[in-house]
């Protein structure tokens, strides 16, 4: 079974050690590194830019954006599109506009739902549409962010949610799957393990196949090898920070 293209992400600021942690473990410099976005008044997890651009820009690697109002996924549609607004907001003033433009305009970012509460129809809704719309008009239609999903592979009540909202019309962008079957190592992709039992509406794109790895600080990800457009449809629409 093919491998797909290594990343990581951590619930710490990313440094300069953690960068050759990685590189040494994978044998190779990830090519995405997930960060968390809150709100504007940030908390203990989040994206910290000042510190964190300068490294990741000078190693080649791309933040994945994850927002993060975790407790909160299982609301209703008012608490998604309050939460969509903050992460949006927080999201663009990270990065300067004119660099989001000059990678694209367009951006994933993905939706940490780790089951404990599993989201809701109405949460993703609205945090969904509002994620595109409010990114739309906060930037005058310069910069799109994409509405996916981070989930657990077992986590069908998720998935069953995700699946209906998207039969409303809600978009999804794509999937990224968690589940950790065989500990700290490399590992080739497992459609068993990394492909939800619930048909979805959109594709997996990345497969979180192992938690708390080197020293603790790090998960380990891979990218789907059977998406032959990975480039355009997950790589493309993440973002490398700029240098300063």
Not at 33 to 50: D, I, L, M, N, Q
Not at 53 to 79: C, F, H, R, W, Y
Request: proline share 7%.
């Amino acid at each position: 079974m093919a491998r797909g293209i290594a990343g990581t992400d951590s619930s710490q600021p990313v440094t300069a050690h953690m960068v050759q942690s990685a590189i040494n473990f994978f044998g190779e410099t990830p090519k995405y590194w997930g960060r968390y976005f809150k709100s504007p008044a940030g908390g203990p997890a989040e994206y910290r830019h000042k510190i964190e651009d300068p490294i990741l820009s000078a190693a080649g690697i791309k933040v994945l954006p994850i927002a993060q109002q975790t407790k909160n996924v299982g609301e209703n549609e008012q608490s998604g599109i309050a939460h969509a607004r903050l992460n949006v907001t927080d999201f663009l003033l990270t990065f300067p506009r004119q660099h989001l433009v000059s990678l694209g305009g367009q951006f994933l970012m993905f939706l940490d739902v780790e089951g404990d509460p599993s989201v809701s129809v109405g949460f993703y809704t609205g945090w969904a549409q509002t994620l595109i719309e409010f990114s739309k008009s906060e930037s005058n239609g310069d910069v799109t962010l994409l509405p996916g999903i981070y989930a657990p592979q077992l986590n069908t009540t998720t998935w069953h949610a995700l699946a209906q909202a998207a039969a409303n019309g809600v978009p999804c962008h794509g999937a990224w799957v968690a589940r950790y079957p065989h500990g700290c190592h490399l590992q080739d992709f497992a459609p068993q393990f990394a492909i939800p039992k619930v048909a979805l509406p959109c594709d997996v794109l990345v497969w979180q196949y192992a938690e708390n790895c080197v020293n603790g600080d790090l998960d380990l990800n891979q990218t789907n090898p059977n998406i032959a457009d990975i480039q355009t449809r997950f790589l493309d629409k993440l973002v490398l920070p700029p240098a300063a």
